[in-house]
């Protein structure tokens, strides 16, 4: 079992800047995936960013350029910092952290979610 804490949410005017943190604890496999989800209201949950044990990387287009995830393998902690946001930035932000077991199947963990809101 692997659980996830989120902070770093809030409300912030657009054009700033928010950082959000999540720790990891549990049974962490030394190879995994974590990464930032997010929900808006009436939406499906998206994948915004997500980064490997290897620290390589990936971004949803709507944020590329503008959020960064990085992570700490030594505290079993990720970020994402998040510049420039917009109103349609405002949504519940998860952390997600991924793994394959002995028979390959992807198990993944959810934190409880952190609101973020952004006026215009």
């Known amino acids: 079992q692997v659980q996830l804490v989120e902070s770093g949410g809030g409300m912030v005017q657009a054009g700033g800047s928010l950082r959000l943190s999540c720790a990891a604890s549990?049974?962490?496999?030394?190879?995994?995936?974590m990464g930032w989800y997010r929900q808006a209201p009436g939406r499906q949950r998206e994948v915004i960013a997500t980064i490997t044990s290897r620290d390589s990387t990936n971004y949803a287009d709507s944020v590329q350029g503008r959020f960064t995830i990085s992570r700490n393998n030594a505290k079993n902690m990720v970020y994402l910092q998040m510049n420039s946001l917009k109103s349609e930035d405002t949504a519940v932000y998860y952390c997600?952290?991924?793994?394959?077991?002995?028979?390959?199947?992807?198990?993944?963990?959810w934190g409880q979610g952190t609101q973020v809101t952004v006026s215009s």
């Open positions: 549990g049974s962490i496999a030394s190879i995994n995936t």
């Open positions: 997600n952290f991924a793994y394959q077991d002995l028979i390959r199947r992807t198990l993944d963990y």
